[in-house]
């Protein structure tokens, strides 16, 4: 197993582990101020609400969307989200 399919598995592993806390991966365009010109994506919990650690980080949205677990669903963006965020997945 190559490095790339290790870390898709630590996030696949990462992604199963939470189910009972509602994990999320929140999508940032690369306008951050702590990783400009990275795409961006981090797990949440609903439950409790917080980040986690789990950070995916790519040249490109389909990088990112690429390693997200198979299972996610892309529900897009609430009007009354921050303007760095692109999408959420759950």
Known sequence: MN????RRQAICSAFRAAQNA???FVVYR???LDRPGKWLARMHLSQPES???LLIEADT???VRSQLPP???NIGRHFSDDAVIEEVWL
Do not use: I, K, N, S
């Not at 490095?3 to 290790?6: D, F, G, K, S, V």
């Open 3 to 6: 490095a790339t399919q290790e």
């Open 51 to 53: 980040p986690t650690d």
């Open 30 to 32: 690369p306008t951050t």
């Open 71 to 73: 299972e996610t669903v």
């Open 61 to 63: 949205l389909d990088d």
């Open 22 to 24: 509602v994990p999320m």
